[in-house]
């Protein structure tokens, strides 16, 4: 086995590999995105005044009437987020898994804890449609490394013709660390926790055009050599143009995934937890919030290996 150096040396190696794949990867997800919000931002400016004119008002009244409905909208979401945040000052009650599953996994199971954590999102603060908090990488000196996150979209204006869309997304990773002792396939089985909240909502008129979207993920890799390539699930995902809905996500989530790796060389298990929101025309919001108060955070506390 390698030293603790060049354990080092991997680690540095394969999480600077991650972090200039997902900023290559967010950066062009920025500029995709201010693509086609200007073009839909064109065709919208350029169909409002005869969809205007044909419900017998001007320019002035129907941007009086979008600002109002986004007013509405947006109150009564500050007013759910209120509630929300105060349901979470204090944890909720959640059985520690970990004792009693111990005593029962195979006596062959390998244990892991993570070693490495970051966040990245593909906020743009020159659209000011979308938010989330920051995460720098990090280095896990004691397993667990449950983290505070969340990301926030907002849509504007008339929303149609695809116009007013914020939309965001987020990954939180994990690394862990494994050694097989033989040639063979592994299955590996991480778990996701979640303890949170989600609020989706949107007012769908019948002459603007109004949505929102919250999806939640859990992705696991492996590198040995080469990536093995990606296994993901959507533990949540709930979307709508007339919406409003906000629950809590207190949740405990395995995968099941299965790698062929070689004996004798470390293995990097990386697991991620994507959160994704979108949120279109005016008064439209969407978020995920596993960070305010002592109840909510989100992690992958531990691995199977077997």
């Known amino acids: ?21 997902r900023t290559e990867e967010v950066d062009q997800m920025r500029t995709a995105s201010r693509a086609a919000n200007e073009a839909a931002a064109s065709r919208a400016d350029a169909e409002q ?69 970051a966040g990245f999102s593909n906020q743009d603060n020159q659209l000011k449609l979308t938010r989330a908090a920051a995460l720098a990488p990090r280095d896990l000196l004691t397993g667990g490394g449950c983290q505070d996150y969340w990301n926030y979209a907002t849509g504007g204006g008339w929303g149609c013709l695809g116009s007013g869309v914020g939309e965001i997304q987020s990954w939180v990773e994990f690394g862990f660390w494994f050694y097989p002792p033989a040639n063979r396939f592994y299955s590996v089985q991480p778990l996701f926790r979640f303890r949170g909240y989600y609020i989706v909502q949107a007012d769908d008129g019948f002459w603007d055009c109004k949505s929102a979207r919250t999806v939640v993920s859990a992705w696991t890799n492996v590198y040995q050599y080469n990536w093995k390539g990606w296994n993901h699930v959507n533990v949540l995902d709930v979307s709508d143009d007339n ?28 697991c991620t937890i994507g959160l994704y929101a979108r949120a279109q025309g005016g008064g439209s919001n969407a978020k995920n919030d596993f960070s305010t108060g002592d109840a909510n955070f989100l992690c992958v506390p531990w691995c199977y290996v077997v």
């Open 243 to 270: 919406i409003n809905v906000n629950n809590r996500f207190d949740t405990d989530r395995y995968t099941y995934n299965t790698y062929l790796l070689g004996g004798g060389d470390w293995a990097w298990i990386r």
């Open 1 to 21: 086995m390698p030293d603790r150096r060049r354990m080092q040396e991997l680690q540095d190696q394969i999480t600077g590999e991650i972090i200039a794949s």
């Open 49 to 117: 005044a005869s969809v205007a004119k044909a419900l017998g008002m001007d320019a002035r009244q129907f941007a009086a009437r979008i600002q109002e409905r986004t007013d509405a909208g947006n109150k009564q979401y500050q007013a759910t987020e209120a509630y929300m945040n105060e349901q979470s000052q204090t944890p909720h009650a959640a059985a520690d898994q970990l004792d009693a599953e111990v005593s029962i996994i195979p006596a062959e199971a390998k244990f892991l804890t993570p070693v490495w954590a």
